[in-house]
Nanobody, 121 residues
Framework: QVQLMESGGGLVQPGGSLRLSCAASGSGFKLNTMGWYRQVPGKERELVATITSDSGTNYADSVKGRFTISRDNAKNTVYLQMNSLKPEDTAVYYC???????????????WGQGTLVTVSS
C-alpha cells in the first residue's frame, strides 16, 4: 500500500551533477527518518545520507561537501543533490524510509527499487 519511487538517476561525466528524488505514495502513513543508500556489485549496501523528520542530517565521509540531502514533508519526498560526482560514486542508489503505519500503529522500514547512477567519461 505504501511505496517509494526513486527517480533522477542516469549517466553523468565526472564533475557533473544529478538530483535524485524519492516520493512516498499510498495512504495511512507518516514518514520519519528518510535517507539514501548505494550499492555496487560485490559490496554491501552502504549509507550515503540520512535526514530526520526535523531535518537533521548525516552523511558518509565520502560524500560530505558534495552531496546534500533534503526533504519536503508536505510532498512526502526526499531529495539527494549530487555535485562534483566521481567515478567511485557509480552505484545503484536506494531510497530508504522509516515510517509509521496508522492501521497497524507501528513503524516499518521501507526501501525503493533503486535508481542507477553512472559516473563515467
Amino acid at each position: 500500500q505504501v511505496q517509494l519511487m526513486e527517480s533522477g538517476g542516469g549517466l553523468v561525466q565526472p564533475g557533473g551533477s544529478l538530483r535524485l528524488s524519492c516520493a512516498a505514495s499510498g495512504s495511512g502513513f507518516k514518514l520519519n527518518t528518510m535517507g539514501w543508500y548505494r550499492q555496487v556489485p560485490g559490496k554491501e549496501r552502504e549509507l550515503v545520507a540520512t535526514i530526520t523528520s526535523d531535518s537533521g542530517t548525516n552523511y558518509a565521509d565520502s560524500v560530505k561537501g558534495r552531496f546534500t540531502i533534503s526533504r519536503d514533508n508536505a510532498k512526502n519526498t526526499v531529495y539527494l543533490q549530487m555535485n562534483s560526482l566521481k567515478p567511485e560514486d557509480t552505484a545503484v542508489y536506494y531510497c530508504y524510509a522509516y515510517l509509521y503505519t496508522r492501521l497497524a500503529a507501528r513503524y516499518f522500514e521501507l526501501w525503493g527499487q533503486g535508481t542507477l547512477v553512472t559516473v563515467s567519461s
